[in-house]
């Protein structure tokens, strides 16, 4: 693994993630041909330096604005990489579509259920070991203001893999392909 994307939709924590990991080692560029600038630097994994880009927050692979286009394009250029993708762990349902979207897709996924201590508070309760078990890839909770559960996420990284699709499709509802008479 050479790099390390952050992915996740806008107001997820991504920036500050992105910080926590990086340190000061860290510059702004614009993507080539464009005015959407994003973050690089580099993070220190097993005992190695990786570089950590923050791409632009898009909702979905389905670009709808310029921004989603070049996270996108991101994603795409990048093969050898791992995605963290950071989800607000107050509304799990809205990034996991993002998530399933990277996974389908072929690339090593890990879940940050990042802003946990926000979802606590608001009673919200996701079943973490769950929701790994159903996308068969690492799911660690987080809080990027307090760094509350980045070593485990670093930890967990060598852990991130494809996983077929397919697999999550059965894990959720059994598969489908069976004809009954």
């Known amino acids: 693994m050479n790099k390390v994307l952050l992915m996740g939709q806008a107001n997820v924590g991504k920036s500050v993630f992105f910080n926590r990991l990086a340190g000061a080692n860290v510059t702004v560029s614009n993507y080539p041909g464009t005015s959407v600038d ?22 979905s692979l389905q670009p709808k604005d310029r921004a989603e286009e070049v996270a996108v394009k991101m994603l795409e250029q990048e093969k050898d ?3 963290i993708c950071v989800i607000d762990a107050s509304k799990v349902e809205r990034g996991l579509y993002l998530a399933l979207e990277i996974i389908e897709r072929g690339y090593p996924v890990i879940v940050a259920l990042n802003m946990w201590d926000t979802a606590k508070n608001a009673k919200v309760k996701t079943d973490v070991k769950k929701l790994e078990q159903i996308l068969g890839v690492p799911v660690v909770p987080t809080v990027a203001t307090t760094s509350e559960g980045f070593k485990e996420l670093v930890s967990r990284m060598r852990e991130a893999a494809p996983v077929a699709i397919e697999e999550i499709t059965k894990s959720v509802g059994g598969d489908k392909s069976e004809t009954h008479n």
Do not use: N
């Open 38 to 59: 994003f973050d690089k630097g580099r993070m220190l994994l097993e005992g190695k330096h990786v570089d950590l880009i923050d791409v632009p927050g898009t909702f």
């Open 81 to 83: 990489t791992v995605v």
